[in-house]
């Protein structure tokens, strides 16, 4: 996985922000993923100095234990070891 999946506030997108696509993002995520929860909000910076709100898109707790293992293959592994 490695992805964070983000979702603009309403009325915002890219071109309400003013983003290009060239920018390099700063997502400030919490110290621990036990902290993220479905639907948490983090702040997104950009290397240009813009700041946003957006919306984590981890939907599920599933999602974010994938998140926390690296992706679904990794988690999926773990768990046959484990068994």
Excluded: W
């Amino acid at each position: 996985m490695g992805i964070i999946p983000l979702c603009f506030k309403p009325g915002q997108d890219a071109e309400t922000l003013g983003l290009t696509g060239h920018e390099r993002y700063t997502i400030d995520l919490p110290k621990k993923i036990g902290e993220i929860k479905p639907g948490h909000d983090v702040t997104v910076t950009t290397n240009t100095g813009k700041s946003f709100t957006c919306t984590l898109r981890f939907d599920t707790e599933v999602e974010l234990a994938y998140f926390d293992h690296g992706g679904i293959l990794q988690y999926a592994i773990r768990n046959l070891i484990e068994q």
